[in-house]
């Protein structure tokens, strides 16, 4: 078992060399929309997925997995060449599932925009369900107290220099 940064890192060139090795040593002309996007090794080191994508329609995909199928060996020598390691791992081409995850992913944004700003127009002109202020109360709310509602507790909260009339008395 190797350490999982030292297979990250090795991961990390194997993907460099072989984008590296497909503009320069691969001469075949079904590889020229070929971009190497990820790529994974196994904990012994001993075998690589590279991932790819593809610039094209299916046709061009499918002769794109033929093509790396059929440059394996050529690549596979160049990564041997390039990396520091006792034994060459095995290539394994799979096409990247990301560009179709991320055309879904956006379809299902463009989607909930739609929707948001169909709500958006319900809600223009839209009134309250209850009244403007859900908290009133049923006492009026300009009513003045005057000195005779006050209690003898609530003496300390009034000014002591304003004495009402009837404790002068």
Do not use: C, W
């Not at 593809?54 to 440059?71: H, N, P, S, T, Y």
């Amino acid at each position: 078992m190797a350490d999982p940064a030292r297979a990250a890192k090795l991961a990390q060139r194997i993907k460099v060399v072989v984008a590296e090795a497909l503009g320069r040593k691969v001469k075949d002309p079904r590889l020229e929309g070929v971009t190497v996007t990820d790529s994974r090794v196994s904990n012994d080191l001993q075998h690589a997925t590279v991932y790819y994508t593809v610039f094209g329609d299916e046709v061009a995909k499918a002769d794109a997995a033929k093509g790396l199928e059929k440059a394996k060996g050529v690549l596979r020598q160049e990564v041997g060449r390039n990396i520091t390691v006792r034994l060459t791992p095995t290539l394994e081409f799979v096409a990247d599932q990301i560009p179709v995850n991320a055309s879904n992913l956006e379809e299902l944004l463009r989607e909930a925009k739609k929707r948001d700003a169909e709500v958006a127009a319900l809600a223009e002109g839209a009134k309250h369900a209850g009244d403007t202020d859900p908290y009133k109360s049923d006492a009026p709310q300009d009513v003045e107290l005057d000195e005779d509602d006050f209690d003898e507790e609530d003496l300390d909260l009034i000014d002591h220099d304003q004495i009402d009339e009837d404790r002068n008395r």
